[in-house]
């Protein structure tokens, strides 16, 4: 199989393009899609922009931060810092965390950590051996979330960029109709609008198929870690994610189209309005009296 643009030996065929492309174009390629949807998503222009990037470790969120550095090294109106989340996972985040270190010492980017320990006084070991009510996951992800927004709170961020793919955004999407939780699938980012308390997440990579990630953080080297969180099996959306899978195997591009179903829906519904208060615990935006975070961690302002 040769490149369609150059004819030298292709690495990677696109399926719902149908174009094989060798390994200098197929890097232009994924930095000419982050770039336009960067571009999309981010308000560039004022004074300053201050980007922080939440960093797992992992081949998205550490993909993520390399084509930000790439792509605004040389703008002196903009800065990048990265975080990292320990959720205290016993054999799983540290080696995460020594792979964002590297990554960020590489680049010469500030990075932070901020664990569940010091901001809740639990990790999720302790958490999953308690009695939980549904996957460790439905705990995780509004805790996740919650110190994400205060980092880049502390970080004085204007944006806070998420290492999301195409595959995990359609799952995310389809877990939403699935629940029949609309408000929760409308307020899904990228955000455009700004709302007090809430810094506005990013995701450059949500048009960009994992399997290209990957292959992306492969060619160009970049420092990543390749574990899976042991309590990954247990989430919901593991189904939701055969399914799409299924889907797309036999109707390329089916991801990209549940995308693109999404995007236009926003662009007709304001997703602001399904925030209208804020957390009578801790004071976030929350779409209820208590939000999912401190729900999780069993407070109650009855």
Known sequence: MNCDICGRKAVFENKPGKMALCKMHFMENIEKRFRQELRREVKFGKDF???SVAISGGKDSSTLLYLLHSTLKRRRDVEIKAFTIDEGIQGYRSSGLESA???CDSLGISHKVISFREAFNTEMD???KGRLEGSPCSYCGPMRRDLMNRMSIDLNADYVALGINLDDYAQSIMMNVIRGDFERMIRMAPHKRIV???????????KIYEKEV???AILAGIEHDSNWCPYAMQAQRNRARDLINELEEERPGTKLAIEGFLERLQERIDPV???TQKCEICGNPSNGRVCSSCAKKGYSVD
């Open 126 to 128: 302790m958490v999953v």
């Open 214 to 216: 990957k292959l992306y």
């Open 273 to 275: 309005h399904v925030i």
């Open 196 to 206: 007090d308390g809430l810094v506005p997440r990013i995701t450059p990579l949500r």
């Open 101 to 103: 270190r590297k990554l």
């Open 49 to 51: 922009t201050r980007i």
